[in-house]
């Protein structure tokens, strides 16, 4: 029989279909997700007919495959403001999802054996879609020790995993799964870094809206000249509440439309057309519904932080805390137990190698009242097992 790429067998299967399988032999407890990163909001736009004056394909024509016009121009316009400074539409390339504009962006920066730092701990997919790509992912442990200490020297860490096949950077922030934001200062010194071993940055935005700082999010794009190098993701599932519409949109340097777009091309042709539609409507949602969001967000971090017993992760935005299970023994021991209670967490080693005594914990995933019944079985397996231990 042929065997497969290497790459492929490199790519581990999603682990968290494994806590799901035990969530369902949970008995009669009623299981609690907080395994998968989502909110208990509501869509910001729901399916709809149009009219060809609203919206320029219609839903059983194919779009373009870089995205709608209409769209690209909504979003560059949206940004724009953002960020204060123009982005033009030519830059915008509609994806099917954040982890398409990822892999859009992968395929067209890397030869096979480059490597991309991926700042760890790390969105649980990133490190396997280097591996689809063709590169090496190269985990860089920065945001434990950051949480730990900001003043942390996190550049002298990543400049001593640079070497001659070191293509990019990779970053979400603020940070899934450990909730920790990047400052101004430390986004600056990364983009310096970036500048001087000439190499491009891959900002994961998916958690813009979710930054409970005073000062809120800033887009690393506008940081000193990162524009020149930063490839800008950004994700309708968490902004707009939207997973099953499966839109993303990738920002790119001026002039890098065309290799981009062949390989959405040729990787999807174009995101449907509906979905598309979804994401012009959605963009349409009023400042203020965007801030509340993030207020409940930020509340449901505030509940989650005054019950946890389990040492965790202080969170300055999105929709993790991260549990540090050093004092009961076992991270992975410890999800199945809480798997078995019926609360599902994600085990922290598909968020980094060095992660295996830590499990996330999404707050959002769950009301209000349901992750404080999650997080009192929680703190009961945590007191019997450090007990034991």
Known sequence: MPSLARDLREIPPSPLVRVEELLGRSGDLAPIGLHQGKTVFEPCARPRPWSAEEFAVAAHQHGP????RQLREAFAEHLSARRGGPVEPAQVLVANGGTHAISVVLHAILER???VLVLSPQWLFATGLVHAAGGVPREVPVFLELSADADFDFLAVIERAVTDRTRAIYFNNPNNPTGYRLTDAQLAALTELAERHDLWLIADNAYENYDFT???????????????RTFSVYSCSKTYAMPGAR??????????????????LHSLYSVSSAAQFAALEALRTPAGELTRRRDRAAAAWWLADSKLEVPHTAVSGGLYTFLDLTGYGDG???????AESGVGLAPGRVFG???GDWAR??????????VAEAIDRINKIYREGTDEH
């Open 361 to 370: 914990l999404c707050f959002t995933a769950a009301p209000p009242q349901l």
């Open 332 to 338: 992975e021991r410890f999800v199945g137990r809480c």
């Open 247 to 264: 839109v993303g949109f990738l920002v790119s340097p001026p002039g890098l439309a065309e290799p981009l777009t062949k390989w959405s």
């Open 214 to 228: 005073r000062a809120g999010f800033v887009d690393p794009a506008t940081v000193g000249r990162a524009a020149e």
């Open 113 to 115: 054996g480059d490597e």
């Open 65 to 68: 495959p870089g995205g709608v």
């Open 353 to 355: 190698a060095h992660c």
